[in-house]
Every structure is written in C-alpha cells, then in structure tokens.
C-alpha cells in the first residue's frame, strides 16, 4: 500500500544513553521527542520491535479524534471532560504540525466520524455519547435510518451521530511521517526487540535480540507489551482484533454506497464492527477479538466477510486484498497504565484502542513528568487500571464476558 522504506539499523552492540523509549509509535516518537525539546543534550535512543510502521501503530483503522473518546466521555463531569477534550486536541495539533512539516504526501483528513446502532444496546450507548456531545457543547448531526442511506449506502443502522472532531488517514504513512521529523540527535534501532531489562546501578540495562543500552531513565511505550516485560501484568492485556480492505470498488460499487466518499463509522457497543470507505475507494472492516493470541486467518475472513455483507448486501462477496490483526492494550476498567513505576522507570500503557492521539497526549505527558514538570493528574482525568485475575482465570473470564456482550449487543456485531 505505501512505497518501501529503508529501515534504521538494528542495534548490534551496547551503548550507554540517558534516555531508552522502547516503542516507535505515537506514544514512543511523542515522549523521545518531547524529551529531546526539554533536554537538548540528552542522548536519547528508541528501540522497536518491527519496522516503524509495520506494527501495531500502523495497523489500526485510521481514527484520530480531537475529541475524548466514547469510552471517556461522561456527560455527568463536564468540567473533567473539557480538561480531556483539550488535552486531546493539543496532540492532534502537533500530530498534524509534525505531519506538515515531514513535507511527505499522508492520507491525513478532518473528515469527522459517524456513529451509528443497530439495536437497543447500541442506542443506549448512541445516547450517552450524545448527551457528552451536548454537555461538552461539541457540534454534531442526528441521523435517521433514511439519512445514513443517503450518505453511506447502508440501512443496517436505525439511527447515528456525525461529528466533525475527528481525522481520518492512513496510520502507516501517518507514523511513518512523523518517524522522519524526529531530531537527528535521537538514534532510532528498528527490528530490536527487547528481550528482557534489569535495574542497574544508576539506571536500567535493556538487551535486545543483538545489543542491549543502559539508561537512566527507561520508557516503556510499547503498550500491550509492556506486560510482556513484566510490568503492569495484573493490570494489562493484549487483546487481538482484526481488520480486512477490499480491492478497489467499482464505479458501480462505489455509487451504490451513498454521497460521502471518506467516511469512518464506529460502533456504539465495544463488540461491534469498526468500517472505513477510503478515499481510495476500498472498503474496510475491523471486528472480532482474542485474548492474547490471534484467531486463524480463515475464520478471520469468513466472519468479516460476513459482517460487511449483512451491512452492504448489494456489493455480494467481495473481495479482501488485505487481512491482518494487531493488538490492542486492553484494561478491565478501561483505566491507564501510566506514569513512574520504579527509580527511573516510566510506562504508558492501556490505551484500549485509542492509542493514536491519547498515546501521542500522554507520551508528550510521560517526558513533562519525567522532567519534573507540572501536568495535570492524568490518572484523576483517565482513570487509573483496575486489577485482572491471572490465567486460566482472565482468560475464562473474558471468553464468557465477550459471549454475555456479544449476545447483550448481537444487532450491532
């Protein structure tokens, strides 16, 4: 989909730093660059697993709202709830500013998003996003079965909500942009996965699969993977989901699917389908979850298949060019993992899914408190992560809570 980029060297011997960020997504680039403006000096490295792009921040549907996010919003504390929806524009403007500035050509538009229900259970939640959106005095649009139609080719849904506060893009060659406008001063080692990370004295010691860095002060940025480190594990997992993109539609096709020609739809029950027409014209759908560990690619494309045709039957079976799953750090409550865990140690994890613009507000964040500035009390904003069972529990668990939602919301799967 995105021409091919060359690679930053994989780091392949030791070296002593201040400052090690694992992670080359938006909470990672955010907080490295952040840290380097505060510090000049600083000798800042960032270590990631893939290549910058290839990974999970790349793999998301392309949603960035300027806005809080559903699962924050709370009509209830509107003065909790401006404190977000500010924080969270501020990170959308240095997303864009740093895009800009890459000079590089990115899908990146303020095309707004639709919400939209099915049944009961998802206008129930339809409704309290709306009474969010008229507490916290945001703009926005009702939209009956009629409407949405007339604008997205679909009748699946009874009734939704646009608004205008959010972008939508291409999260590869968003990351991927915003990689390039990192100062040279911070060295970057792609495809270095971290394999382990012990408290030394005056810092920390990072190995790789080839090196390793001390530090004295250590970034965990990796999100559902910080688990995998052994930090937050009672408070963190990595749930899979999983998206497919069609071919490129037909004119035909394409006049089939209402007046709008970039539309992103989210679903009103956590459970539901996530869908995008790209402007490229291609369909995209992203559904279904596992806990830990990805579902075969088969079942995969037979159950999206089946959840776009039953919202577009007049395309019949089309075809998916693409199939792929990424996994998103998922918290009971939907509370953060953020801030300083140890002498040294800073962690940002937990983002359930909206790590684009609240990981790039909370990576900014993690380097002003690192530095000893004064933020505002992110937790009292966002929530702080509620504690999990361990397997074979957690894993039960959230097979017969995913049943009971799936049945509670099975209009909007």
């Known amino acids: 989909m995105l021409p091919a980029r060359e690679p930053n060297d994989p780091l392949r011997e030791h070296r002593e730093v201040d400052v090690v960020v694992v992670g080359a997504g938006f909470t990672g680039i955010a907080c490295a660059k952040r840290w380097a403006e505060l510090a000049p000096d600083c000798r800042i490295a960032i270590v990631d697993a893939s290549d910058i792009g290839e990974g999970n921040p790349g793999r998301n549907s392309g949603f960035l709202l300027d806005v809080a996010l559903a699962e924050d919003a ?31 050509a990115v899908d990146l538009e303020r095309a707004g998003t639709y919400r939209a229900a099915a049944g009961h259970i998802g206008m129930r939640a339809l409704n309290n996003y709306q009474a969010f959106l008229k507490s916290a005095d945001l703009p926005f649009r009702e939209l009956d079965r009629a409407q949405l139609k007339d604008e997205l080719g679909t009748d699946f849904y009874q009734a939704g909500l646009y608004s205008p506060d959010c972008y939508l893009a291409q999260p590869a060659a968003v990351i991927r942009a915003l990689a390039s406008t990192i100062p040279d001063s911070i060295n970057i080692f792609e495809r270095s996965p971290v ?25 965990l940025a990796n999100n559902s993977f910080i688990a995998g480190l052994g ?18 539609l037909s004119a035909s096709a394409l006049g089939s699917l209402g007046s709008v020609r970039n539309w992103g739809l989210l ?10 027409l790209t402007s490229d014209g291609r369909l995209l759908i992203r559904s279904l979850h596992n806990l830990e560990k990805e579902q075969d ?35 009971y409550n ?80």
């Not at 937050?232 to 071919?247: F, G, H």
């Not at 009103?268 to 995008?276: D, K, N, P, Q, V």
Request: proline content about 6%; aromatic content about 8%.
């Open 74 to 104: 709370d009509p209830a504390n509107t003065k909790r709830m401006a404190q977000c929806n500010e924080l969270t524009r501020d990170a959308m403007q240095t997303i864009v500013e740093d895009v800009t500035r890459s000079g590089l």
């Open 195 to 219: 394999v382990r990370m012990n408290p030394v004295p005056k810092g920390w010691r990072v190995v790789t699969n080839q090196g390793s860095l001390t530090c004295t002060d250590l970034v």
């Open 231 to 248: 930090i937050a594990r009672p408070n963190l997992a990595s749930v899979y989901t999983y998206a497919a993109l069609s071919e490129p």
């Open 267 to 276: 679903p009103t029950h956590r459970l539901g389908s996530t869908l995008r």
């Open 297 to 331: 690619e088969h079942r995969v494309r037979e159950a999206l298949s089946m959840r776009l045709k039953r919202r577009f039957p007049q395309l019949g079976d089309l075809r998916f060019e693409h199939i792929w799953g990424g996994a998103v750090g998922f918290t």
């Open 334 to 413: 939907g509370g953060l993992v953020w801030g300083g865990r140890q002498p040294g140690l800073w962690v940002s994890g937990g983002c359930n899914g909206g790590g684009t613009v609240k990981g790039t507000m909370l990576g900014r964040l993690l380097a002003d408190k690192a530095s000893g500035k004064t933020v505002p009390d992110v937790e009292a904003l966002f929530g702080t992560a509620s504690w999990m069972p361990p397997e074979p529990i957690r894993g039960l668990g959230f097979q017969l809570t995913s049943a009971w939602q799936s049945w509670q919301g099975r209009d909007e799967l």
